[in-house]
């Protein structure tokens, strides 16, 4: 046999090995896939928790808990993997739920510790909850099976209570924590019995630590002065009987330097239709009243972050390439609460919605007519 042969032959039979297949693939039927991963303490050891869909005979969707405790995020997961026959695939988690007493611990290693594990995705929406988390995992589960609601369904885009919530993920939390010049907000929850849960508005970390809490009124305010575009067609509740539906909106930010001083601008510019409001009230009125609540409101929410020297708005970002890297490291701390805030907001009326004006002619006319025909 001629040499060029035997190489043709070699070549072969190395073939036949690529065509085998994957070496280390599994059924599909032997690995789990999580969907929701919940993590508390329990004493000195980690406690986690993973919601796991479960394929059965009939259509009907179910879904299982599983635990596993150890004195790392690491040891709990591998505990936990003890006590199933499949394999667990993190890769597909879309959701993280922290104990809140973890946020006021601080988080930051534990954050770390998931953008390490190269299982773990960095797309994971992020929230804290306020109740016992076996309490939360039990409702959740409870929930689904009885109504068929999409676990954290909420959190998704153009669904739900977005206007009112931040939309965080996990590699955003990993960057808010280590940034020197901004900060992040995390949607705080719990479950509900008769709902798929409740909303408790956001917590604010600073260097990985919860250091305050917003209510849902000033995390839309937040995500009105970070441009965020899901704010649009908001209601907004100027008093008891006046409400407004934001249409359109736009925000800017105006810096002058005055030395070591800084001022700052916000102007906020919106156009408004008149949802609900006292027969009494005109559009003047109305506009006014609306502008001087979000003037109040938002220089209230800045104070409020800046006496925390935590900044969620972006602020101190649209700004920091002013600054050298040595000043960054105590931007948040020494120049971010001295600056000077001024609010700027006009708004424009487009109509007020679908009422007739009872005192106009044409109403009159239509009114005598409509007697007439009857």
């Not at 060029?4 to 059924?27: A, E, V």
């Not at 305010?221 to 509740?237: D, G, P, Q, R, Y």
């Amino acid at each position: 046999m001629k040499r060029n042969d035997w190489k043709k032959i070699l070549i072969l039979l190395l073939s036949l090995i690529f065509l085998s297949g994957c070496w280390d693939s599994r059924d599909i039927n032997y690995r789990s896939t999580p969907i929701l991963m919940g993590l508390t303490k329990d004493e000195d050891l980690f406690h986690v928790y993973l919601i796991i869909p479960v394929s059965v005979v009939s259509e009907q969707r179910n879904l299982a808990k599983v635990d596993g405790k150890g004195i790392t995020i690491v040891d709990a997961l591998e505990q936990l993997k003890k006590k199933i026959e499949t394999t667990i695939d993190l890769e597909h988690i879309g959701f993280i739920v922290l104990d809140e007493e973890l946020g006021k611990e601080g988080i930051g290693k534990i954050i770390n510790t998931f953008m390490r594990m190269r299982d773990v995705p960095g797309t994971p929406a992020i929230a804290f909850t306020k109740e016992d988390m076996n309490t939360y995992i039990d409702q959740m589960i409870d929930t689904f099976q009885k109504v068929g609601v999409p676990i954290f369904g909420f959190l998704e885009k153009q669904i739900g209570w977005e206007i009112n919530t931040p939309e965080v993920i996990l590699w955003e939390v990993y960057r808010g924590i280590h940034s020197y010049t901004s900060d992040i907000s995390i949607p705080l929850i719990s479950s509900n019995k008769n709902l798929e849960m409740d909303y408790f508005g956001a917590s604010v970390l600073k260097d990985g630590k919860i250091v305050e809490t917003l209510d849902s009124i000033e995390v839309m305010l937040m995500n009105l002065l970070n441009n965020e575009e899901n704010v649009i067609k908001t209601f907004v509740t100027i008093d008891d009987t006046t409400n407004v539906e934001l249409v359109e909106r736009d925000v800017e930010y105006d810096y002058k330097f005055r030395g070591d001083e800084v001022d700052l601008t916000i102007r906020l510019e919106f156009v408004l239709i008149v949802s609900e409001a006292e027969d009494h009230l005109n559009d003047d009125k109305i506009q006014k009243m609306f502008e001087e609540k979000m003037k109040k409101d938002t220089l209230k929410l800045v104070k409020k972050l800046q006496g925390k020297h935590a900044d969620v708005l972006g602020i101190s970002n649209r700004i920091r390439k002013n600054y050298t890297n040595a000043e960054l490291k105590n931007f948040l701390e020494e120049i971010y609460p001295n600056i000077n805030i001024n609010v700027d907001v006009e708004a424009v009326i487009e109509n007020n919605g679908k009422l007739r004006n009872l005192n106009n002619d044409d109403f009159e006319d239509w009114d005598k007519e409509k007697q007439e025909q009857d």
